[in-house]
């Protein structure tokens, strides 16, 4: 490559807010739930580096392919990869695009195709914009895509209104965003900084606690990894909906302890083991990450706990995006009451409505 830029470069990072900061000299933009991605254009060149500095390319050979069709010669953008089914973002859908047999990669690039979110432009011909304020980059981005030809490669949109911004929060997570980036209007690119700031949806759910893994650092039976978390469908059926499992370190010591009751003759009758209800989520099952069922202990399903969370995926029965945080234990509460009718469900918004930064439902 030619490119005055070139890999690997840092993409640049954001810091978690509560809420939509109400301030000057901010920019808003959806927050895309895909794989950050910086696309390095040069000819027929085109390199895809994810955020760890790896090439994305053997993945998504068909990004590639129409990268390579709709950019302008010789740009470097910082962006997103994102699939969409019926509409709407699909993180699951996209993570089964990492695969190590060609032909499954060959097959899911007909099948789910990606599309890529441009956000950033960081190089154009010979000259590199990192220094730029955003507000000029932003410029120069916006008149890139007066070039940009095809229907696979998008512009986010940008709002400088904290009202805008606020609306775009409440409603574009029904089309499977993941909150808001607010980027400093006057600020240049800064590789590898969290000069960003992000604002994530937070909610909470009580769950029931139905098992454990130990942690792996430690001689099993010492210290607990996470604990596994379910929810109860309107069939009464057990749902395993993810973990929690950033305890200190004398948290985890004294979990043994704690919960060594619960697993006296938890194997009897665990409804996650008995296997007998069709669609169940069930925790360790194998999948593309892993070849054997992954060990867990189980408890007796009687104990709730108050959690965190940020976003739930996958549909009926759905489940956490990102493991949950602990909150507090609810003695209050019976088990079989965690259901998952308390999930909150954003109204549904589809995915051309966000990129044109509209508010219009599906």
């Known amino acids: 490559m030619t490119l005055p830029l070139t890999p690997p470069v840092q993409p640049m990072l954001a810091s978690p807010v509560d809420e939509v900061p ?33 090439d994305l390319a053997r993945y998504f050979p068909e990004a590639v392919a129409f990268l390579r069709a709709e950019l302008p010669d010789r740009v470097v953008l910082d962006g997103e990869l994102v699939v969409e089914v019926g509409g709407e973002l699909d993180f699951d859908a996209l993570t089964e695009r990492i695969h190590p047999a060609a032909s499954r990669v060959t097959l899911l690039a007909g099948q789910t195709p990606a599309r890529f979110i441009a956000f950033d432009l960081l190089a154009q011909g010979d000259e590199v914009l990192l220094e730029l304020p955003f507000t000029d980059r932003r ?54 900084k969290r000069t960003l700031l992000k604002i994530k949806h937070a909610r909470t759910a009580d769950c029931v606690l139905a098992g454990l893994r130990w942690h792996v650092k430690t001689e099993p039976g010492t210290a607990v990894g996470s604990l596994l978390l379910g929810l109860y469908d309107d069939h009464g059926v057990l749902h395993h909906v993810g973990v929690i499992g950033a305890f200190p370190a004398a948290r985890r010591k004294a979990l043994v302890e704690e919960l060594a009751e619960l697993r006296e003759g938890a194997e009897d ?94």
Do not use: M
């Not at 901010?26 to 794989?35: A, I, M, S, T, V």
């Not at 998008?154 to 993941?178: I, K, N």
């Not at 019976?334 to 509209?358: I, K, M």
């Open 22 to 54: 109400d301030r000057d000299g901010l920019l808003f933009e959806p927050k895309w739930d895909g794989f950050r991605c910086v696309v390095f254009r040069d000819g027929d060149s085109v390199f895809l580096q994810s955020r760890s500095g790896k």
């Open 139 to 192: 410029a120069r981005l916006e008149a890139l895509f007066t070039q940009v030809k095809g229907d696979r490669v998008h512009l986010t949109p940008v709002t400088a209104e904290v009202a805008t911004a606020r609306e775009w929060f409440t409603l574009f997570e029904g089309a499977g965003l993941d909150g808001l980036i607010a980027k400093p209007a006057a600020a240049p690119y800064a590789p590898g």
């Open 269 to 362: 009758a665990h409804p996650w083991l008995t296997g007998e209800s069709e669609g169940q989520r069930l925790p360790g099952a194998i999948n593309r990450w892993r070849s054997n069922e992954a060990t867990w202990i189980p408890l007796r399903p009687e104990r709730v706990v108050e959690i965190a969370y940020t976003q739930t995926e996958g549909g009926a029965p759905a489940r956490l995006r990102h493991n949950g945080q602990f909150l507090r234990w609810r003695p209050d509460r019976e088990a079989t009451s965690c259901r998952y009718d308390q999930l909150d469900q954003p109204a549904r918004y589809n995915l051309d409505s966000v990129l044109s930064g509209e508010v219009k439902p599906a």
